[in-house]
């Protein structure tokens, strides 16, 4: 599968943005798809992930509330949905896919595939 992500770009503190994840391959439903986020200068983090068939869903204690991870399964696509955006999402923000158990969707290792970034900014 190949990913790619869009959406991104420059809001103001309070704002919402809505990322989207768009996988090629007839074996899109075999994967489990995260949402990781790189500020300068940090490490990449996890931010929310969703089952393969989207019924499960997990989230960073940083973004719970606010974010809201989706996928259409009939389109090969995965969103992220921002809202109440703060200074400190921003970030470069990453697609991913994994075969891995569920178990371990916080971990970027487990992700075989990625996307190329969409940077999202919010401004104070």
């Known amino acids: 599968v190949q990913l790619q992500a869009s959406g991104g770009g420059l809001v103001q503190a309070g704002g919402s943005l809505r990322l989207s994840c768009a996988a090629s391959?007839?074996?899109?439903?075999?994967?489990?798809m995260g949402w990781f986020r790189q500020a300068p200068g940090t490490e990449r983090e996890f931010v929310a992930a969703?089952?393969?068939?989207?019924?499960?869903?997990d989230y960073a204690d940083s973004v719970k509330g606010r974010f809201t991870i989706s996928r259409d399964n009939a389109k090969n696509t995965v969103y992220l949905q921002m809202n109440s955006l703060k200074p400190e999402d921003t970030a470069v923000y990453y697609c991913a896919a994994s075969t891995s158990i569920w178990g371990l969707r916080a971990r970027e290792a487990v992700y075989e595939t990625w996307g190329q970034g969409t940077q999202v900014t919010v401004s104070s």
């Open positions: 969703a089952s393969r068939n989207g019924g499960s869903t």
């Open positions: 391959g007839r074996t899109y439903n075999r994967y489990a």
